[in-house]
């Protein structure tokens, strides 16, 4: 026979999620808060372990669908202790990285600052959203100075410019596409598309673009890829001729997207070019509409802080291969004046918690383009001199706890904190290229020698290969590349399941597509991006030293016996 269990008067419940659940109108309780979050942050570390992934032992695998169930049927109907619970949060955590681990590698992976993560903490409290101003107020302003002072750092006309903030990567460059959508199909929003719309971009794109060329109804078919240079640029003569065989095919180009170091792929195109080209191709072609052109530049934004360095005086101190490094990057960095968007990830190399981005325009009335039909908004922007972003804005929730953090790291670290940060990437990666040519003779290859930025992508071989040669020849030999690239990967998914913890753990991202060869094939590497600051010269000859034993074994006895 089942009993039910007798719940509790909702008065008594109420009165407990006063005390211990919600700020107080007095904020008298805010100590529970305080010490909350200290149980929580003790727990998460007592058992966080070491190596650079949370130990597998703490919680069950999310691919486990009895442990789903057993996790949702623990779940009573009555009040659990907020101690208890946040006690048990590094059950949850089990294989997650550890961004503040040196040998955490991945692909950007920067630890978020304290700064961010107080202000989130404090600002959530209230509230504020920050699709209006009526809601947010002060709070929202941050959303102004970010933009301003991004604008200001690319030497873009500040009182010209706009932008928001959105969802990562996906988010921005939705936005872009929108704008140029606007531009080419002015009454798109009302009557949808009348012809054939059209993005041009890179072959090595991340996927999101293509993501969003199927969301906005242009579809997969018309997203063009063009092909890249062997530095990974993108091929400008090939994005030429498919401008203009997009056009004689009467199709219309919605967007030109152009990479300033992102996330996959590391070349850094010539957007001046690109801005003689479209105009033109607008005056050849009489068009009666301008491509919108945006750039990629996810993290390549960040070395903006770069564009006024005195490396003739060097008052930073940086070495002489880091400042050479810096040096071709500063003189590519004016180039972004020419662009009509462009946009930045904070949580990459701004040191910022997921999520946290922003598109830049250079025209602000690009962005006023979004704006929504006032009839549709009758509930809400009763202010007319309030700051509302959500007239234009995709999301109609966003918080602005997340826009002020992002403000106030800033405020915080200033110009000298981030070069110092992103100066330092850069020491800790010249040490990695390094050890990996002292290690050649353990097969591993640097396969991303003229990189501009901290990442490095390694190739793996065969033991007996000569490396150099070897790595030459696959440029043109899609047989040979594919061939190691099969060693490659098997070696790959072997660390990745052998030395992802342990004393001798690393952990390190695998590229399908490091970059593209004179065939047009992808190469697969290892790829080591080194953003933490808690990495030293000793860790990461410790890092190299880890991989080299790793290949070692596999070599000797995993790849011997298989």
């Known amino acids: 026979m089942s009993t039910k269990r007798k719940s509790a008067n909702y008065q ?26 200290e149980k929580a942050l003790k727990s998460a570390i007592e058992w966080h372990g070491e190596g650079p992934h949370y130990p597998r032992s703490c919680g069950d695998s999310f691919q486990k669908a009895s442990a789903v169930s057993r996790e949702v049927d623990s779940v009573g109907t009555g009040l659990e202790n907020p101690s208890n619970t946040v006690s048990n949060i590094f059950r949850h955590m089990g294989w997650s990285v550890k961004a503040f681990d040196p040998y955490m590698v991945k692909n950007v992976l920067a630890p978020p600052n304290f700064v961010h993560l107080a202000t989130y903490l404090t600002v959530s409290l209230y509230m504020p959203n920050a699709v209006t101003g009526e809601d947010s107020w002060d709070a929202l302003n941050a959303e102004l100075y970010c933009a301003r002072y991004l604008s200001k750092l690319a030497r873009l006309p500040e009182d010209e410019t706009a932008g928001v903030f959105t969802f990562g990567w996906t988010g921005t460059n939705l936005y872009a596409f929108k704008i140029g959508l606007h531009k080419a199909f002015p009454g798109h929003h009302l009557d949808g598309l009348p012809t054939w719309g059209t993005i041009i971009w890179s072959k090595p794109a991340h996927y999101c673009h293509q993501t969003w060329a199927d969301w906005i109804g242009i579809w997969q ?7 890249s240079n062997p530095d990974q640029t993108t091929d400008l003569v090939k994005m030429r001729e498919a401008c203009e065989s997009a056009i004689r095919q009467w199709k219309t180009i919605v967007c030109l997207e152009v ?3 992102t996330t996959s792929w590391m070349g850094i195109d010539d957007i001046e070019t690109v801005f003689e080209m479209r105009n033109g191709l607008v005056n050849e072609f009489k068009l009666p509409y301008r491509p919108h052109i945006h750039v990629d530049s996810v993290i390549g934004w960040a070395y903006l802080f770069f564009l006024d360095y005195d490396f003739s005086e060097n008052p930073s101190g940086f070495s002489g291969p880091v400042l050479e490094r810096l040096k071709k990057i500063a003189t590519r960095l004016s180039w972004l004046r020419f662009a009509d968007s462009f946009w930045v990830d904070f949580h990459k190399t701004w040191y910022m918690p997921y999520n946290s981005s922003m598109i830049i325009v250079r025209d602000k009335a690009d962005l006023l383009r979004l704006r929504r039909n006032g009839d549709m908004m009758t509930p809400l922007f009763h202010d007319d001199a309030a700051y509302n972003p959500g007239q234009l804005t995709l999301e109609t929730s966003r918080s602005s706890a997340n826009i002020l953090a992002t403000w106030m790291s800033l405020r915080s670290m200033g110009s000298d904190g981030y070069r110092a940060l992103l100066w330092h990437s850069m020491e800790i990666s010249e040490i990695v290229r390094s050890e990996i040519r002292l290690s050649a003779s353990e097969w591993i290859h640097i396969a991303n020698p003229d990189s501009f930025w901290p990442d490095v992508f390694v190739r793996c071989y065969l033991p007996g290969t000569a490396t150099d040669e070897e790595y030459v020849a696959e440029f043109s030999d899609t047989e040979r590349l594919n061939r190691n690239d099969r060693y490659m990967n098997a070696f790959a998914k072997w660390l990745l399941s052998s030395r992802s913890s342990g004393e001798s753990a690393i952990a390190v991202s695998k590229s399908s597509a490091a970059l593209y060869t004179a065939t047009g094939a992808p190469m697969h590497a290892l790829r080591i991006y080194p953003l ?7 860790t990461a000859r410790e890092l190299v030293r880890r991989l080299v034993d790793a ?3 596999y070599d000797f006895s995993v790849a011997k016996t298989s």
């Open 551 to 553: 290949k070692r074994e």
């Open 12 to 37: 008594d419940v109420l009165e407990t999620l006063r005390e211990k659940f919600f700020l107080d109108q007095e904020a008298g309780n805010a100590s529970l808060l305080l010490e909350l979050v």
């Open 532 to 538: 933490n600051p808690n990495a030293t010269p000793e």
């Open 221 to 227: 078919k018309n997203y063009v890829q063009i092909p």
């Open 259 to 261: 990479a300033w170091w």
